[in-house]
């Protein structure tokens, strides 16, 4: 299947600073990338879709303005978690859609584990 | 909006006996697709299956299958000779038709495997 990476795979940050994680897809070209947040022995909730080239879309609740995200390549997306607090450490996963595949499965990134100190 | 539900926070099956995982949805739309995703310790989300909605047959995926119950709106996850492999989190998730691609995922199900 296809790869998508993601980086850094942990971080701890003070708080109050800002912190960019990056998304991936390496063998294809992803047009829509998903963000989800995963608390500890929870399930993955979707926080935003991010479309190349485009705002992103963020889910109720979400507050844009700190959870920063860029699609700026088919290749790429970002999201910059500012001003961070000990309440938004948690597991952030990326997924990538790959249009090459029957139903346009995603494929998800290993996951980042963010520590606000 | 649609919900995701699986009512098992954990199970757990000896190596090479047979468990069944349960979810249930709730949508409007006809069109859609289930998914079941493992997530082992690593964390790393793994497709373990799908159906599309408009299939009847039911997918297998060598010892993963499913029973698809469009009408009871039900799609539970049988896994058969279990492996320690297998110990993990199993998500459901749903994928509808005017969701842009994103996933709905269940609270998911805890799976020990034991020798």
């Known amino acids: 299947g296809a790869v998508v990476s993601q980086h850094p795979s942990w971080v701890i940050c003070k708080s109050g600073t800002s912190v960019k994680i990056e998304c991936r897809s390496l063998?294809?070209?992803?047009?829509?990338m998903f963000w989800y947040r995963q608390f500890p022995k929870q399930s993955l909730m979707l926080m935003a879709t991010?479309?190349?080239?485009?705002?992103?879309?963020?889910e109720q609740g979400v507050e844009k303005d700190k959870f920063l995200i860029n699609h700026a390549s088919l290749t790429l997306s970002t999201l910059t978690v500012t001003s961070a607090h000990p309440e938004d450490s948690s597991f952030y996963i990326c997924?990538?859609?790959?249009?090459?595949?029957?139903?346009?499965?995603?494929?998800f990134g290993p996951g980042t584990r963010l520590t606000v100190l | 909006a649609q919900t995701v539900t699986q009512s098992q926070p954990e199970m757990s099956v000896q190596e090479a006996e047979t468990v069944t995982l349960s979810c249930t949805y709730d949508?409007?739309?006809?069109?859609?697709?289930l998914f079941w995703y493992k997530q082992p310790p690593s964390r790393q989300m793994i497709l373990v299956i799908r159906?599309?909605?408009?299939?009847?047959q039911n997918a297998t995926e060598n010892r993963f299958s499913v029973n698809f119950q469009k009408a009871a709106k039900s799609f539970s996850l049988k896994i058969s000779d279990s492996q320690l492999g297998d110990t993990a989190m199993y998500f459901c998730?749903?994928?509808?038709?005017?969701?842009?691609?994103?996933?709905?995922f269940g609270k998911g199900t805890s799976l020990l495997v034991t020798p």
């Open positions: 997924s990538a859609r790959d249009p090459r595949t029957d139903g346009n499965e995603q494929f």
């Open positions: 063998d294809f070209q992803a047009t829509t």
């Open positions: 991010s479309n190349e080239g485009s705002k992103a879309t963020y």
């Open positions: 949508t409007s739309e006809n069109n859609y697709y």
């Open positions: 159906q599309e909605a408009y299939k009847q």
């Open positions: 998730a749903f994928r509808g038709s005017n969701s842009g691609y994103a996933l709905n």
